[in-house]
């Protein structure tokens, strides 16, 4: 096998980003441009000699242009390998002449179906030639350039220029590589659509898919590797498609925690804070402003909060900026940041500040994945939410409407600490989080204990993310104060902890939904 130069080259590209420029660079190479319909009107209105593919295989597109690519003349003049003398016979016999590239982005499908498209065009915007080409192309790269991307096209000028006009079977290689996972994502995005469209969750085989956005120094520690990548079609604000506007570069775990202190902030409706820390809350509230908020979250743990992530549900304005430039955080993450705070935060030019533009929804069903030794655990994420009519108050004594609403805050709350969690609220604002324990006793000490180091648990309502299996646990949160408790019952000594609630004289709620969170 040589490197020889590219003679000829089919283009048929729907993304045509940067093709003229490509073009005329192959041009300079002397290579015969073959091509189809949009793409040669586009090169020959640039003055480019092009033949369109219907004259070089003598047979017309038909039915709707469906079929134009899938010929012997296309497929042999990429697949036959010029080593071969056999291949080389056949193409003489059948008067197939060599292809040397070929340049192919895909119909966009991802895209159609992202812009709310009906059934009928979403089907029609499945590409069926180019990823055949593709895969073709990709087969025989000993002596076929691929290029699916139009990123690509600077690497393959710069080799051709370097080469004589040919290209190296290194990068054909690497290109191959690329072009197999852009035929594989897109027929994933494609099998994924297929079963949203017929309701199913779990397919026999499952496709995932993912783009590559970023390369991460390590990931939880030194010795470890990592990136960062999006889902084709997947447009849910947050890390994954956020503009990082300031900053050093994002780490494996300031990704992982501004995720999960951004998915709690899209709780709330009011302008609210989150701390997170270990992608755990270390201190939430909600206020009138986003600066009052701010203070009371940080009052919930000062000590935690430092080097950690915030989240909020509203455009950082000046007042924000002011405060939060006095404490050394990781990330701040926000739909917009007002011109007057991107000035005061950028003083901390280490602080990285993410955009989104909006706020995830969070009622949305969505599949998460976790992997497991030889494969993939999935559920629909917990987009679960109780309102205030959903609850069944068990206890004689009816909660108050502070607590009430107090109760709603910390079980909103609770859904985002890992499990066994235990969160008490007072105003609207955490004062105490336990979170991780293998005891639910023991975050309810913990809680209490974090919460008593600042302004105490005295008056707070308390939540816990699943039933009290016994009394214990809720009798540790009447001892540090708490004077309403929510909980999803279910437990075959509720009758127990309830006679222990009215006993110790507070109210206390079920749910009827729990949040574990591992």
């Keep these: 096998m040589s490197d020889q130069p590219i003679q000829r080259a089919l283009i048929s590209v729907s993304d045509k980003t940067g093709l003229v420029e490509f073009a005329k660079?192959?041009?300079?190479?002397?290579?015969?441009?073959?091509?189809?319909?949009?793409?040669?009107?586009?090169?020959?209105?640039?003055?480019?000699?092009?033949?369109?593919?219907?004259?070089?295989?003598?047979?017309?597109?038909?039915?709707?242009?469906r079929v134009k690519t899938l010929h012997p003349s296309i497929h042999g003049g990429i697949l036959a390998r010029r080593d071969d003398a056999k291949h080389r016979i056949a193409m003489e016999t059948?008067?197939?002449?060599?292809?040397?590239?070929?340049?192919?982005?895909?119909?966009?499908?991802?895209?159609?179906?992202?812009?709310?498209?009906?059934?009928?065009?979403?089907?029609?915007?499945?590409?069926?030639?180019?990823p055949a080409m593709i895969r073709a192309a990709a087969k025989n790269h000993e002596f076929v350039t691929i290029s699916t991307d139009p990123a690509e096209y600077d690497s393959i000028l710069q080799a051709m220029d370097e080469n004589e006009g040919?290209?190296?079977?290194?990068?054909?290689?690497?290109?191959?590589?690329?072009?197999?996972s852009r035929t594989a994502s897109y027929d994933s995005a494609i099998s994924n659509w297929f079963a949203q469209q017929q309701g199913e969750y779990w397919p026999k085989r499952l496709a995932l898919a993912g783009k590559r956005q970023m390369k991460l120094r390590y990931g939880e520690n030194p010795h470890q590797q990592a990136a960062l990548y999006s889902r084709p079609g997947d447009h849910r604000p947050?890390?994954?498609?956020?503009?990082?506007?300031?900053?050093?570069?994002?780490s494996y775990n300031n990704i992982n925690d501004a995720n999960a202190a951004f998915e709690l902030a899209a709780e709330f409706d009011e302008p609210t804070v989150v701390i997170v820390k270990h992608a755990n809350p270390c201190g939430v509230a909600s206020g009138e402003t986003l600066a009052d908020a701010w203070?009371?979250?940080?009052?919930?743990?000062?000590?935690?909060?430092?080097?950690?992530?915030v989240a909020v549900n509203r455009?950082?304005?000046?007042?924000?900026a002011e405060k939060l430039k006095e404490l050394f955080l990781e990330v701040v993450i926000a739909p917009e940041f007002g011109p007057r705070?991107?000035?005061?935060?950028?003083?901390?030019?280490?602080?990285?500040?993410?955009?989104?533009?909006?706020?995830p929804d969070r009622t949305e069903t969505r599949i998460q994945a976790t992997t497991v030794a030889g494969g993939y655990l999935l559920q629909t994420v917990d987009s679960g939410r109780v309102e205030q009519s959903d609850l069944k108050v068990v206890t004689k004594r009816q909660p108050t409407e502070q607590e009430m609403a107090d109760m709603m805050f910390a079980w909103r709350v609770a859904k985002h600490v890992k499990s066994n969690a235990i969160v008490y609220a007072r105003g609207g604002a955490t004062v105490g989080i336990g979170a991780g324990q293998m005891s639910r006793v023991d975050s309810s000490r913990i809680a209490a204990w974090k919460g008593g180091e600042q302004a105490g648990v005295e008056g707070s309502v308390v939540a816990s993310d699943a039933f009290f299996p016994f009394a214990d646990g809720l009798m540790e949160a009447v001892k540090a104060g708490a004077t309403a408790a929510i909980q999803p019952g279910g437990s075959m000594r509720d009758d127990e902890v309830i006679k222990a609630a009215d006993e110790a004289g507070i109210a206390m709620v079920f749910t009827g939904m729990r949040h574990f969170r591992h």
């Design 295 to 309: 203070d009371r979250a940080l009052a919930c743990d000062p000590v935690s909060a430092f080097g950690g992530i």
């Design 25 to 65: 660079g192959l041009a300079k190479h002397k290579v015969r441009l073959l091509s189809t319909g949009g793409s040669a009107k586009i090169l020959k209105e640039a003055g480019l000699a092009v033949t369109e593919v219907s004259d070089h295989t003598g047979f017309p597109e038909i039915m709707d242009g």
């Design 315 to 320: 455009s950082v304005n000046l007042d924000l």
């Design 238 to 250: 947050g890390v994954a498609n956020s503009e990082q506007i300031q900053g050093k570069e994002l």
């Design 341 to 359: 705070a991107r000035e005061t935060l950028s003083k901390k030019q280490n602080l990285r500040l993410l955009r989104t533009e909006e706020m």
């Design 166 to 180: 040919a290209t190296t079977l290194e990068l054909r290689q690497f290109l191959a590589r690329e072009a197999y």
């Design 94 to 130: 059948h008067s197939i002449s060599q292809i040397d590239m070929v340049v192919v982005n895909l119909y966009p499908f991802i895209e159609t179906v992202a812009s709310g498209a009906g059934y009928e065009e979403c089907i029609e915007n499945i590409d069926i030639g180019g």
